[in-house]
Nanobody, 116 residues
Framework: QVQFVESGGGLVQPGGSLRLSCAAS????????MRWYRQAPGKERELVAG????????SYADSVKGRFTISRDNAKNTVYLQMNSLKLEDTAVYYC?????????WGQGTQVTVSS
């Protein structure tokens, strides 16, 4: 049974930092690329960052480049999203996603609210 435990979301002031975690179980984590998406109220879900199965390749949306860092620890079956210099427009529900050929799994989401 595929399960994700997402954590690290919360309320933060503009300019602050948060670190999201997504711990996975029920599939061979190291064989999957991992991605973080977000969805703000009234907007479509958008891709924020991605990392290859062994962590050698990362990619970012232009809106977060230089502020967010995606990483993974295959020994812990966990993917992370370090978010620095947070802006009001980063407010959204953040989801992790596991992707492999013929399979994909979504996490349940964690709320990030940036507000003064």
């Amino acid at each position: 049974q595929v399960q994700f435990v997402e954590s690290g979301g919360g309320l933060v002031q503009p300019g602050g930092s948060l670190r999201l975690s997504c711990a996975a179980s029920g599939f061979t984590f190291s064989r999957y690329a991992m991605r973080w998406y977000r969805q703000a109220p009234g907007k479509e879900r958008e891709l924020v960052a991605g990392i290859s199965s062994v962590g050698g390749v990362t990619s970012y949306a232009d809106s977060v480049k230089g502020r967010f860092t995606i990483s993974r620890d295959n020994a812990k079956n966990t993917v992370y999203l370090q978010m620095n210099s947070l802006k009001l427009e980063d407010t959204a529900v953040y989801y992790c996603k596991a992707v492999a050929v013929g399979a994909l799994y979504w996490g349940q989401g964690t709320q990030v609210t940036v507000s003064s």
